[in-house]
């Protein structure tokens, strides 16, 4: 059973920094890439961050400029650091596995973790 748990948000003052992160029940090369997303209520689903299995990175608008995701493979772990948090970047924070097989791969959710951003 494939299972991505991620851990490290909270609550942090503005102009602080978090570093996420998710942890895979199965090898990260086992999965085609991993990304982060963010939802925040009453808003859209919105792309944080992608890194593949060869360690290519990109990033979404949103949080350009102040996020770098990398990853652990021999930790099992995928690593969302995040700088100069605002109040706006206030959201549930998600982590996504993407894995070969069948028709289009089987795609993966993590339960996703809060990080709140106060003034």
């Known amino acids: 059973q494939v299972q991505l748990a991620e851990t490290g948000g909270g609550l942090v003052q503005a102009g602080s920094s978090l570093k996420l992160s998710c942890e895979s029940s199965?090898?990260?090369?086992?999965?085609?890439?991993f990304r982060w997303y963010r939802q925040a209520p009453g808003k859209q689903r919105e792309y944080i961050a992608q890194i593949t299995d060869r360690g290519t990175t990109t990033y979404g608008l949103p949080m350009k400029g102040r996020v770098t995701v990398s990853m652990d493979n021999a930790k099992n772990m995928v690593y969302l650091q995040m700088n100069d948090l605002k109040p706006e970047d206030t959201a549930l924070y998600l982590c996504?596995?993407?894995?070969?097989?069948?028709?289009?791969?089987?795609?993966?959710w993590g339960p996703g973790t809060q990080v709140t951003v106060s003034t």
């Open positions: 996504y596995g993407d894995r070969p097989g069948g028709l289009g791969g089987t795609q993966y």
């Open positions: 199965k090898r990260l090369d086992s999965f085609n890439l």
